[in-house]
Structures are given as C-alpha cells and as structure tokens.
C-alpha cells in the first residue's frame, strides 16, 4: 500500500519540473499613486496568463487581478482593502502607503518567474498658512472689572 503514494509522488514532482513558462516581467513595474487607491502595471514578455494579487488575499476576488491574453498584467488596490498599510512619517512630513503585490504567471501553479514585489507611495503633507480676518463687534464684549483685597501671608 506505501508504495502507490510513494510512486504517485515522485510521478507528480516529475512533471512540476517538466512544465516550465515562457514568460516574465519586462522593466520595472508602472505605479500610479492616485488620491484613493495605488495601481500596479507590468509589462510582460509574452502575453500574460496569470494572477496578480495583494500577498496573501489570494481567496480574495477584490484582492486579485484574474488576466488572459494582453503583454500588460495589473492591478488597483484601493487605500481601505487588500492589506494596504499607511504610515505617517514626520520628516518628511506626510503618509507612506504601501502593499506587496505578487504576479502569478501560470492559472494554477506557483512557478520560479513569479515575482513579489513590495510597492510604496509616499505623500507629502502639504504647509499650508491660513490667514483670515476676524471682526467681533463692539457689543458683544463686556468688561468685567472687580476689586480684590491683597492677600495675607
């Protein structure tokens, strides 16, 4: 009985080996830093047939990018989903958002092309002086006057 899972083991590690993707990811990825969400691009030797998604919401449909047939593979993560993570710096002032987003190149398989990356944008709070005149009229104010006897120590 141990030797039919045994066989049927190395039979399957046989063929994982065997099966291997033409494909990765050409340059540098495409990030825009947008006002309410990061999106992630890249561009792909052959044409792409994978997932890209925020590390680990893999189950997670509004996490993963599901892409078939086009040289560019994506994905939007909105700034209150999918694992994004804002942190306020001081100097320089203002708010790092980050995520690490991984590209799949195969439907169903982890493969040695696929890469992870970590992605970051960083936005500066902006010095801002407001200046306003302020009038308060007359009679709304009222003096308050009273008299107090020094006190005796």
Do not use: W
Not at 41 to 50: D, K, Q, S, Y
């Amino acid at each position: 009985m141990t030797d039919g899972p045994i066989v049927f083991l190395i039979l399957l590690a046989g063929i994982a080996s065997a099966f291997v993707v033409d494909n990765n990811v050409e340059g540098e990825p495409e990030i825009e830093c947008g006002p309410t969400s990061i999106t992630v691009n890249f561009n792909t030797r052959n044409e792409f047939e994978g997932h890209v998604y925020a590390k680990g919401l893999y189950d997670d449909d509004k996490c993963r990018n599901d892409q078939r047939g086009r040289h560019v593979a994506g994905i939007e993560l909105p700034f209150d989903t999918c694992n994004v993570a804002r942190t306020r710096s001081l100097n320089p002032k203002g708010i790092f958002v980050s995520s690490t987003v991984v590209i799949s190149f195969h439907p169903q398989f982890l493969t040695k092309v696929d890469r992870a990356y970590k992605i970051q944008c960083f936005y500066m709070e902006a010095d801002k002086t407001v200046s306003a005149d302020l009038e308060v009229p007359q009679e709304m104010t009222t003096l308050f006057q009273t008299q107090a006897s020094y006190p005796h120590l």
